[in-house]
């Protein structure tokens, strides 16, 4: 099978959209779903590095969409899961983008503050709504929210952080209970500490050999998204076997 970006519809294969694939467990999601058959719709705000995974993407021989994407602008979003829609039944929704900023509360600024409820919580709730009413036509579907355990817990010089991610927690478990009845899943991962390259960002003194990797997170979600009939895994903590640093 060639592997190409996707230009026609392809009614045969599930579709999964995937925030936050230009990097770190956002790509390696979306060339595990690649390799496994499903029809990847790769969205970020960075078209370079979302074309970096296209080509991993592609180099399993899996298809792919190409789709930029500003989870916090709600015309990006609607017109994003409108392609999707083009490609098949949408069948996994991965809402994985998110941002962070670490710093004592007092010097978090608004606009810093602002962003991280942006992306990590409106951006969820934006994709949410779309993916949404797609799955409940279908009766069919699974959403899953790669979350943190600071959505668990709290995360000194983190307050920002953390409350969009208890915000995250919040919405996965209230749109889980609405949509019992539709057949469709909800899923929210909530790892520790993962080696990936998220962490290059900041300049933390962590020992990133002995955090949870990215494949250990993809096997743990891979585990969710194959779970058979009815079945659903409606929570998944993940963290290194040391505990937290």
Known sequence: MSSHPVETPLPKKPVAVITGASEGIGRALSIKLASEGYTTVLAARSEENLRTTADLVGATGGEYLLAPTDVTAETEVEALFRKAAKLGDLALLLVNAGVGTFKAVEEISLDEWQTMLD???????????????LMKKASDGHI??????????ALSWGSGYSASKYGLRGLADTVRIELRKSNVKVTSVFPGSVNSSWWNKFDFDFPRDQMVTV???VAAIWSAVTQKGRSVIEEIDLRQVGGDF
């Open 119 to 133: 992306v990590n919580l409106t951006g969820a709730f934006l994709c949410t709504r779309e993916a949404v009413t």
């Open 144 to 153: 899953i929210y790669i979350n943190s355990l600071s959505g668990k817990r």
């Open 215 to 217: 494949d250990n997170v």
